[in-house]
């Protein structure tokens, strides 16, 4: 699993390690999914992954603003609000 946790009792994030074998249930979220929880551990946010076994993630950070830098394998990055969704 990649983890990244915010300062200060902020979102926390999760997705699943592509570069590592999988063993996962057939439900989890995680497998297709960056999935955003609050920090009581509820799901706030799904961020749909395409091609998630192409396109693997090997870097997952919060910046000081609470906004989720996604780096990919390929050099892709992406900024996500973890309050909305929105990927820039």
């Known amino acids: 699993m990649l983890i990244s946790v915010a300062s200060f009792g902020g979102p926390i994030a ?5 570069t590592k074998i999988l063993a996962l249930r057939e ?3 995680s497998v297709e999914n960056i999935c955003i929880f ?7 946010q799904r961020i749909r992954l395409r091609d998630p076994f ?3 993630i090997i870097c997952m950070e919060f910046l000081r603003d609470e906004q989720l830098l996604v780096l990919f394998q390929k050099g ?4 996500i609000d973890p309050h ?5």
């Open 14 to 18: 999760i997705t699943s390690d592509k």
């Open 27 to 29: 439900d989890d979220p």
């Open 38 to 44: 609050s920090n009581e551990g509820d799901i706030v």
């Open 54 to 56: 192409k396109n693997i």
């Open 76 to 79: 892709d990055m992406w900024l």
């Open 84 to 88: 909305t969704a929105e990927i820039k």
